[in-house]
Structure formats: structure tokens, C-alpha cells
């Protein structure tokens, strides 16, 4: 039988061989997990992500299960997971909608998410606490591995790109180092600092089955403002499994997820600046893609023509459709603004 998530406030964590304890001013933390679902198409993947949360090393204080909108998915989890506080969101339809909801609803220092379609490592919460033993930490990113329904990564895909699929992708920053933001699928925060900063933005993000996305950069971004002294943290040991649908796997999608990216961008640079939305970008476009187009181009030569030469054009299409998107919405902010 598996524990519990309703574990007293201040439990003990059950390190394993290898886990750094946590200090005793961060063991005492309680500790949220919010997971968000929106349809029945995706039960046995969450089955597996609630079955993950409940099996940690370090429990959680409590667990919620966030429904958007869908009232025989709400009449099912509450059957299925009794061990589970589910509840159905109060806010816009949207994941920043259900975000928010699961936020009001557990009410405890740090509330961590986890996708419906992502499946927790055992010391998963365990991994995000341990970097919340910094007082000046205010939310922690752990990395997301894809598992590819055909068992192996299309060989187009650059990995460059794995942020289209809802995953870590080469040119993060190292276990430890500071992140503009998270990945959705893997974060942590202080329920104090996303209440003060107002929450996730409705209206940004995904709604659905939607390509959209932002509303966690949007977020960390605004904590930061508020707090400057604050940081977002990378944690590579803090790992969940991300399942990718095989919908996914286009390179229609590809492109579509590319183009939602640029437009939120601007969005996002809309409401918190420019520097602050592009920040990362900046490196990303001048010192990785290009190490990656670099690779792929020394594959195709060496005779990987197709997986090679895929990925080099994969990296030119997806950026520049991202900087298409970027731009488009780009003026129509500007001329809304002009408007107003």
C-alpha cells in the first residue's frame, strides 16, 4: 500500500542511499504538490503521475489534483484517488487557470507541480527541497527526460529544440546555476512568492490541447521583479519522465509549438520588459543553436545524412518561425498599444 500524501506538517524525509539530508529549517517545510489534468485522454499517464507523487521518498504534505473544466474527469479522479484532495479549477479555462486553483488549495510553504503526462523519479521532491535550504531561493527547475512513443528520439529532432515537446534541452545551465525560469512539467516555488506576484497570468499559456505556452517564465520572471534578491535555481537531479504524444512528433507540430513560443515572447516581453523576457533567448540564439546547427552539419558530412542534415535544418526552420511568431505579435502589441 502506498504512503500517504497527507503526511503530518514537518515529516521526516526517508532519504535513500546518495540523498543529500535536508537542513533542519527546510525538512520542517510543508510541502504541495499540484497536479493539473483536462481530459480523460490522458488516464493511464495520470494514474502514473499521481502514483509517482504518492511514492516519494519525502511525502508531500498534501496533494491536489486540479480538473479544468471537465465534470466526468472531476467524478472519476475523486473515485480513483481518495488518498488525493481533487478539485475542480475556479479559474479561466487553462492551465494557468488550474495552476492558480491548485495554489489557493494547498496551503503549504512550497508548492511543486508536475505534469498529468510526466511520471515523478522516488526522490523527485526530495531533490527540488534540498534547494530550497537557500533562504534566498524562491523556486527551483528540474529536469524532464522525454520518453518517445516509438521507444527513440526522431532523428530530425535536435535536442536544441526538446523545450517543443515539453522537456530539457541542450543549453540549460548546470545542476545548481540559476535559471530565468523553469520547465513547466518539473518546477517549485514559494507559495507566498506566486501569491504575491499575483499568480500565473490567465490568459497566457496553454487552454486544451493548444501549442501555447510562457506562463511559468512569465511568472519566475515577475517573482524576480518583485524580490530582485530572489533566484530560480536548476536542479538536474530533481527528475521527472515527460511523455511525449505521438501528435507531437510532426514536424507540423514542430513548427506550430515554434511559432506559439515567438508569440509568447512578445507577450511576455509586453508585461515585464524586454530584457527580462529575452534574456535567456540571447544566448540560446548566439551560442547554442549555432554549436548545434555546427553538429548536425559535421554528422551529415560524416555520411548521418538524415539524421544530421535534419536536425541543421530542423534548428533554421524552428528559429526562424520562432522569430517569425516573435515579430508578428510583436507589432500587433505595439499597435494595440498605440490604440489605447
Known amino acids: 500500500m502506498r504512503r500517504s500524501p497527507r503526511a503530518a506538517p514537518g ?16 525538512a520542517t517545510l510543508t510541502t504541495g504538490v499540484v497536479i493539473c489534468a483536462y481530459t480523460e485522454a490522458r488516464w493511464p499517464r495520470l494514474v502514473q503521475a499521481v502514483e509517482s507523487v504518492c511514492a516519494q521518498s519525502h511525502p508531500a504534505t498534501e496533494v491536489v489534483l486540479v480538473v479544468d473544466h471537465d465534470r466526468a474527469l472531476l467524478e472519476r479522479a475523486r473515485a480513483r484517488f481518495p488518498q488525493v ?132 517564465t512569465e511568472l519566475a520572471i515577475r517573482i524576480r521583479q518583485r524580490r530582485p534578491a530572489t533566484r530560480i535555481v536548476h536542479s538536474t537531479r530533481a527528475r521527472v519522465v515527460h511523455t511525449v504524444a505521438p501528435g507531437r512528433l510532426s514536424r507540423r507540430y514542430f513548427l506550430a509549438r515554434c511559432w506559439a513560443e515567438g508569440r509568447s515572447k512578445a507577450t511576455i516581453e509586453a508585461r515585464v520588459g524586454r530584457r527580462a523576457a529575452l534574456a535567456s ?16 552539419l559535421t554528422d551529415a558530412c560524416r555520411g548521418q545524412v538524415a539524421g544530421g542534415l535534419g536536425r541543421a535544418v530542423a534548428i533554421a526552420l524552428g528559429l526562424s518561425v520562432t522569430i517569425g511568431g516573435y515579430l508578428t505579435a510583436r507589432g500587433s502589441h505595439r499597435a494595440h498599444a498605440a490604440v489605447a
Open 11 to 26: 515529516s521526516q524525509s526517508r532519504p535513500s542511499s546518495g540523498e543529500r539530508p535536508l537542513s533542519s529549517s527546510t
Open 281 to 296: 533567448e540571447r544566448r540560446y540564439i548566439v551560442h547554442t543553436l549555432p554549436a548545434g546547427l555546427a553538429r548536425g
Open 85 to 216: 484532495r481533487v478539485v475542480a479549477s475556479t479559474g479561466a479555462p487553462g492551465l494557468s487557470g488550474a495552476r492558480n486553483t491548485g495554489v489557493r488549495n494547498a496551503a503549504t510553504d512550497i508548492v511543486a507541480f508536475l505534469d498529468d503526462d510526466a511520471s515523478a523519479a522516488p526522490d523527485w521532491l526530495h531533490e527540488l527541497l534540498v534547494q530550497f535550504d537557500a533562504p534566498d531561493v524562491a523556486g527551483v527547475g528540474g529536469a524532464a527526460a522525454p520518453c518517445w512513443p516509438a521507444g527513440a528520439r526522431p532523428a530530425w529532432l535536435p535536442e536544441e529544440f526538446d523545450w517543443t515537446v515539453g522537456c530539457s534541452y541542450r543549453g540549460l545551465p548546470g545542476h545548481g546555476a540559476a535559471l530565468r525560469n523553469p520547465i513547466g512539467a518539473n518546477m517549485a516555488f514559494r507559495r507566498d512568492d506566486v501569491l504575491a506576484a499575483g499568480g500565473f497570468r490567465e490568459g497566457l499559456g496553454r487552454v486544451g490541447a493548444s501549442p501555447e505556452g510562457g506562463e511559468e
